[in-house]
């Protein structure tokens, strides 16, 4: 009869444990990245009463008599399932659409999450809540990532600037009129930029000099640039049949290099000369003046793209994500941690979107996992189990009380 209530207590224990991880479940409903977990039940050992008996000539065979012992937790087991991703609209939370986890370290200890509430501190760095600093690949001066390399925090300071680039070529193309008079003329204007940064506007006039011949003239903020080529001249089909591009010298800003440009007439869109209006423009150059970040964009790959103020973009850094062989297998550190185990397999870390690595949500959060209509019907299972164990350790003692009532 001791048995009887040795399993109810075991039974007793399980459906508290049950419960347990059921209310820290519902308890969670709400924590972004929060992944569920869920018991199995496993039966305790039996005490065997007799054992199997094989058939023999004169009778059949008998099957072991057993009693069980009660019932034991086999496992606590992480639900790894996708939450659904809520828009938040702050451009540093993050979301992992399938599998892979952030990688977050602090003092040298790394751990795992799924929740991806982002910021930047005072001094640049990508940090989670409690100071972690989110590990990914910082991009050298040309903009390229080597994902092959080991991951470290990532830091974009925000005085960070892009440098200037002194303008070596302009695009100029459109409609020179065949309508135009011998001596009209038609004017276009960019913008340039000196070796240093500074904004010098180029000024290139184009004057009708015959039936299909033009001259072109250049200044710089007002100074007469030297042309390579003066003379152009146009086919009968309009299109250009002199040199395609002409270099522009002999203008030194303050404090910069000389100025050194070519023209180029026979680009994307090159010059012609047709009938009606003249559209004859300068549309493109390929220089840019100082640019200083002030915005920012990542990409569903986890690559930073910084905005500067001239116009320029450039990649600043990649966020890495780190999947495992067996995520069951984690250990759970709290604040939505995870730690690797013997048992959950090494990292496999690189780019989001690569390998079985999900791709990331900027602007969004992942939700928790958490099933309430599964956990209520679980709450009630839990509930009812412990209450049908109860009953049985009250029967057992209604019977031992029974016996020890018993008189001669």
Same mark, same amino acid.
């Not at 007793?12 to 519902?26: A, F, K, P, Y």
């Not at 116009?311 to 067996?326: H, P, R, W």
């Given at each position: %009869?001791? &048995? ?13 444990? %049950? %419960? ?27 005490? !065997? ?13 008998? *099957? ?12 606590? /087991?992480?639900?790894?399932? +996708? ?15 399938? /599998? ?12 795992? !999450? ?25 991009? /050298?001066?040309?903009? *390229?990532?080597?994902? +092959? ?25 459109? *409609? ?38 033009? !001259? ?6 007002? =100074? ?8 152009? $001249?146009? /086919? ?29 007439? !026979? ?17 493109? +150059?390929?220089? =840019? ?13 986890? $690559?930073?793209?910084? +905005? ?23 250990? &759970? ?57 109860? &009953? ?17």
């Amino acid at each position: %009869m001791m &048995r009887s209530m040795f399993a109810g207590v075991s039974g007793l224990r399980s459906h508290q444990t %049950m %419960m347990d991880v059921v209310g820290n479940n519902i308890a969670n409903v709400n924590t972004a990245g929060y992944k569920s977990a869920q018991v199995t039940f496993e039966e305790a050992l039996a005490q !065997t009463l007799q054992g199997p008996a094989g058939a023999g000539t004169a009778r059949g065979g008998t *099957n072991p008599l057993q009693i069980g012992l009660g019932v034991n937790v086999a496992s606590i /087991d992480g639900v790894f399932t +996708q939450g659904a991703i809520q828009v938040t609209g702050r451009p540093t939370d993050l979301a992992v659409s399938g /599998d892979g986890f952030f990688m977050l370290e602090q003092d040298g200890a790394r751990v795992y !999450t799924r929740s991806g509430s982002f910021r930047w501190d005072e001094s640049g760095n990508l940090v989670a809540p409690g100071g972690f600093l989110v590990q990914g690949w910082t991009a /050298d001066p040309s903009g *390229n990532i080597a994902t +092959q390399t080991a991951v470290s925090s990532i830091n974009l300071p925000l005085s960070q600037v892009i440098d200037p680039v002194e303008t070596s070529e302009v695009e100029i193309g459109g *409609n020179l009129s065949s309508d135009y008079q011998i001596g009209d003329t038609h004017t276009t204007s960019i913008v340039t930029y000196d070796s240093i940064g500074e904004a010098h506007e180029l000024l290139v006039e184009f004057t009708k000099t015959g039936a299909n011949a033009w !001259t072109a003239a250049a200044s710089m903020d007002g =100074n007469a640039l030297t042309l390579s080529s003066t003379a152009m $001249t146009f /086919d009968t089909s309009g299109t250009l049949t002199s040199a395609g591009t002409i270099s522009l010298s002999g203008f030194t800003p303050p404090g910069a290099a000389a100025i050194a440009i070519d023209i180029e007439l !026979t680009g994307s869109a090159p010059l012609v000369q047709f009938g009606g209006s003249a559209t004859a423009e300068s549309f493109d +150059q390929d220089g =840019n003046a100082i640019g200083f970040l002030n915005n920012f964009a990542i990409a569903e790959n986890g $690559t930073i793209t910084g +905005q500067f103020s001239n116009g320029e973009t450039k990649v600043l850094a990649m966020i890495s994500t780190a999947t495992f062989n067996n995520p069951s297998g984690l250990i &759970r550190e709290g604040d939505t941690h995870f730690s690797s185990s013997v048992n959950s397999g090494e990292p496999i870390v690189g780019e989001p979107g690569t390998g079985n690595r999900g791709l990331v949500a900027a602007g969004a959060l992942e939700m928790s996992n958490v099933d309430l209509a599964l956990e209520f019907t679980n709450l009630i299972i839990a509930q009812r189990g412990f209450q049908a164990n109860g &009953r049985v350790i009250t029967a057992t003692d209604e019977i031992l009380a029974d016996l020890v009532n018993l008189k001669r």
